[in-house]
C-alpha cells in the first residue's frame, strides 16, 4: 500500500471485526473451560469415594462423632466414605494432612476446637486454621467433666482444691493431649484456683479416663461421652462439669460455675472442614447434606446418645465463627494459665 493511500474505514473496521471473533471465542472458551472444574466437580460428585481424616484414635470421642455423621451423609450424598484415623502432635499431623490434600472435596477433615486453639499452642502447627480450610459444618459440642476414682474421698471440688494446695505439685492430673480443652480447662481452674498439679498428656479422652481409673492420676477433665459410663458404672466420680449448664447426660453433677469457680466454661466442638479452594458449588453440595443428616431424630439420637449435643446453629457461617472465636478464648485462657506456645 502507499503510503498516502487512505485507509478505508469499512474495510479497517470489518477486518478488525474478522480478528476480534476468534479472539473473543478463544475468550469464552477460557473462561467456560476456567468454570467448569467448579460446576463439574459438584455434578460428579456422586459415586467417587471420600477420604475423611480424622486426626484423632478409633474409638475416640471425635471418631465415634465422624462415623455416626459418615453413614447418613454417605446415603445422602450417594457417595462412599472412608474415615482415615491420623492422630498425632496433638491433632496437627491430620490437618496437615489434609492441608496439603487437592481441593477438589474429595478430602474432608474432621475440624474441631484444638484445631482452633493449636493456632496460639504452638508456634509452628504445619496450618493455618482460618486460612486453609473451609469449614462447612458443626457436627456437634460436647462439655468436659472433672472426675477422680470413685473410691477417693475427694467428694466435690473443694475437697480437690484443698488437696493440691495441701502439697503443690505433688499430684498429677491427666488430659487427651496438649491443647486438648481438656488440658486447656485443668490449667484454667489449678490458675484460679491457686493451685498445682503436673500435666501428663495421654493420647485421647479414653487414655487420660483409663489413667484415673488406673490411680495413675489423681483427676481429669475428659469430655462427658468418654467419662459418663465409667461415672454411671461407679468407677469414676464427677465432680463437675465445664459448660454453662449441667450437661442432660450427667443431671446430677454441678457446673464449675456452681462449684465457685464461675469464670471457667469449656466447651470442645468438633465438625467437617475441607482444604482451601474447594469448589463453592461443592461447598454448598456438603453444607445442605450437613444439614440434612443433623435434622434426622435417627442421627441426632445417636450423636446425643455419646453425651455431645448437636448445635442450633451447624453452617458454614456459625461454625467458621466458632473456630475464629475459639482462637480468641484459648489464647485468653493462655494468659490466665501463664501457658506458653511450644
Known amino acids: 500500500m502507499h503510503p498516502l493511500q487512505p485507509i478505508h474505514p469499512t474495510r479497517t473496521t470489518h477486518h478488525a471485526m474478522n480478528l476480534r471473533r476468534p479472539l473473543l471465542l478463544a475468550l469464552t472458551l477460557s473462561a467456560l473451560t476456567a468454570l467448569a472444574p467448579a460446576t463439574a466437580t459438584a455434578q460428579d460428585q456422586a459415586g467417587k469415594p471420600v477420604r475423611w481424616i480424622v486426626p484423632f484414635q478409633p474409638g475416640s470421642s471425635p471418631d465415634i462423632l465422624t462415623r455416626i455423621a459418615a453413614e447418613a451423609l454417605a446415603k445422602v450424598l450417594e457417595q462412599p466414605i472412608v474415615i482415615d484415623n491420623k492422630p498425632g502432635a496433638a491433632s496437627n499431623l491430620g490437618a496437615q494432612l489434609a492441608r496439603r490434600a487437592p481441593a477438589d472435596g474429595l478430602t474432608w477433615v474432621y475440624s474441631s ?63 487427651g ?52 459410663p ?56 456438603l453444607e445442605a447434606a450437613m444439614r440434612q443428616v443433623l435434622a434426622m431424630p435417627a442421627v441426632r439420637e445417636k450423636i446425643e446418645a455419646t453425651g455431645a ?13 466458632a473456630m475464629a472465636a475459639e482462637i480468641g478464648a484459648t489464647e485468653r485462657m493462655m494468659r490466665a494459665a501463664a501457658i506458653e506456645a511450644q
Do not use: C
Not at 144 to 168: E, M, T, W, Y
Not at 202 to 221: C, D, Q
Not at 243 to 253: E, K, M, S
Open 113 to 175: 476446637s484444638p484445631m482452633a486453639a493449636n493456632m496460639r499452642l504452638y508456634k509452628a502447627p504445619g496450618y493455618d486454621a482460618m486460612k486453609d480450610f473451609i469449614h462447612v459444618a458443626m457436627l456437634g459440642s460436647s462439655d468436659s467433666v472433672l472426675v477422680v476414682d470413685a473410691r477417693s474421698d475427694i467428694r466435690n471440688v473443694a475437697d480437690l482444691v484443698q488437696r493440691l494446695r495441701a502439697k503443690p505439685g505433688a499430684a498429677s492430673y491427666a488430659s
Open 177 to 228: 493431649g496438649s491443647g486438648t480443652p481438656s488440658h486447656l480447662a485443668a490449667e484454667w481452674l489449678l490458675q484460679v484456683a491457686q493451685a498445682k498439679a503436673v500435666h501428663v498428656p495421654y493420647k485421647g479422652a479414653v487414655g487420660a479416663s483409663l489413667a484415673v481409673l488406673g490411680g495413675e492420676v489423681l483427676f481429669s477433665l475428659p469430655i462427658v461421652g468418654v467419662a459418663a
Open 230 to 285: 465409667h461415672v454411671q458404672a461407679g468407677k469414676l466420680r464427677a465432680l463437675a462439669v465445664t459448660g454453662a449448664q449441667r450437661n442432660a447426660r450427667l443431671p446430677g453433677v454441678p457446673t464449675l460455675m456452681e462449684s465457685g469457680f464461675p469464670d471457667i466454661t469449656v466447651v470442645a466442638f468438633g465438625g467437617l472442614s475441607v482444604p482451601a479452594g474447594t469448589p463453592p458449588a461443592v461447598v454448598q453440595r
Open 309 to 321: 449435643e448437636v448445635p442450633a446453629a451447624v453452617g458454614r457461617e456459625a461454625y467458621t465463627a
